[in-house]
């Protein structure tokens, strides 16, 4: 929740990749982010690396968190983002045949690494471009250096004269695509 209330601070909607035991743990936490204007996305039901696995327990993962997703936020789940950014040519293929549009990233800040001593604020300004799509988790462990990292991104992110975009409004922008 302490991310959400960032956001909800700075008046930042996010996208959020959702995995099915996040969904069974938190429950309150996806109503939070659907009541506060955040996209969400598919990130398997096991966060498992698709590239691994058949392609038939890969549409399991993935249609069955859709459907409990669309239950929890009566919303047409749309984007899919692979565990690792672990994708090939048959997952790739096999996730647009489940009418989900794969979303990777070009700035990871590397918060789901604990043995990292620089900052994560560093890090992201560092590795800054005209256009990104960053990169930074909300569980999987101990999140106390991505939250406090996250308002010095905001702020500096800010002072730079960057805008933030949920991924739909990205694609709606820079590519004219609507997803």
């Known amino acids: 929740m302490q991310i959400l209330r960032i956001l909800r601070n700075y ?45 038939d327990v890969l549409k399991e993962e993935i249609l069955s968190l859709n ?20 994708i090939d040519e048959e ?6 045949e489940f009418g989900l549009l794969p979303i990777l990233w070009d700035l990871d800040t590397l918060d789901w690494d604990f043995t990292r001593t620089e900052p994560i604020d560093e890090r992201v300004s560092r590795k800054l471009k005209q256009q990104n799509i960053i990169l930074m988790h909300d569980g999987g462990g101990p999140r106390e250096k991505t939250v406090q990292a996250l308002p010095r991104i905001i702020d500096h992110l800010m002072q730079q004269g960057y805008e933030f975009l949920t991924i739909t409004e990205y694609f709606r922008r820079v590519y004219q695509k609507y997803v």
């Open 91 to 96: 997952s790739y293929r096999s996730i647009l």
């Open 67 to 86: 459907k409990l997703l669309k239950n929890f936020t009566d919303q047409d789940i749309r984007l899919f983002r692979p565990p690792y950014g672990a």
């Open 11 to 55: 008046g930042i909607k996010a996208t959020f990749f959702i995995t099915g035991d996040s969904v069974e743990q938190y429950p309150k936490i996806l109503r939070a982010l659907v009541s506060d204007g955040h996209t969400i996305g598919n990130h398997t039901w096991n966060h498992l690396d698709i590239t691994t696995i058949s392609q």
